[in-house]
T-cell receptor, first 113, second 113 residues
Framework: KAGVTQTPRYLIKTRGQQVTLSCSPI?????VSWYQQTPGQGLQFLFE???????NKGNFPGRFSGRQFSNSRSEMNVSTLELGDSALYLC????????????FGPGTRLTVL | AQSVTQLGSHVSVSEGALVLLRCNYS??????LFWYVQYPNQGLQLLLK??????LVKGINGFEAEFKKSETSFHLTKPSAHMSDAAEYFC???????????FGKGTTLSVSS
């Protein structure tokens, strides 16, 4: 069974630009979660989608948004990038919820210059 | 609200020595607890999880953890460290809605020969 895939793996943007990251979950998984990982703040939950609906949202500004498609693939978008958005963005999929095991992708390393 | 505290941001052991990584949690509901490992430039891999039932949980690569409700702890242990165990370890608790993971700050394990 193929694992969680994330594209691109690395991204360099400049302040003020916007970026879209993509995540393909494990086949059959309907829940996709996004996390931001930084040295200072650690791993922080961004949002979770299930069957194309956002079920939960972390404490991030509205510049961070996401969506999920009917095939469970998910995208997250960050608009008006700031230097502080530089981070590893991890996507995780699970069959139903975080009570089940969450399988993580390798992440997208975003650098904002 | 749920939270996780990992005591010790860095733990160093010799190869063959006992590994003990500490995790304490706070939860307003019966917790679902997880330990993940992250190798450099990779995503997170689940080591083990506690949901209900037996309080001693065995995971992959010889790791185990014991859920102690009275101490609100979920410490991770391995009887004999191997060089390949060097990585960053994260303890996590599922949030009340069961749709997000709340992570500790992580503990970097170093193993010397």
């Amino acid at each position: 069974k193929a694992g969680v895939t994330q594209t691109p793996r690395y991204l360099i943007k400049t302040r003020g630009q916007q970026v879209t990251l993509s995540c393909s979950p494990i086949s059959g998984h309907r829940s996709v979660s996004w996390y931001q990982q930084t040295p200072g703040q650690g791993l922080q939950f961004l949002f979770e989608y299930f069957s194309e609906t956002q079920r939960n949202k972390g404490n991030f500004p509205g510049r961070f948004s996401g969506r999920q498609f009917s095939n469970s693939r998910s995208e997250m978008n960050v608009s008006t990038l700031e230097l502080g958005d530089s981070a590893l963005y991890l996507c995780a999929s699970s069959a139903y919820s975080s009570y089940n095991e969450q399988f993580f992708g390798p992440g997208t390393r975003l650098t904002v210059l | 609200a749920q939270s996780v505290t990992q005591l010790g941001s860095h733990v160093s052991v010799s190869e063959g020595a006992l590994v003990l990584l500490r995790c304490n949690y706070s939860s307003s509901v019966p917790p679902y607890l997880f330990w993940y490992v992250q190798y450099p430039n990779q995503g997170l891999q689940l080591l083990l999880k506690y949901t209900t039932g037996a309080t001693l949980v065995k995971g992959i690569n010889g790791f185990e953890a014991e859920f102690k409700k009275s101490e609100t702890s979920f410490h991770l242990t391995k009887p004999s460290a191997h060089m390949s165990d060097a990585a960053e370890y994260f303890c996590a608790v599922s949030d009340q809605a069961g749709t997000a993971l709340i992570f500790g700050k992580g503990t970097t394990l170093s193993v010397s020969s």
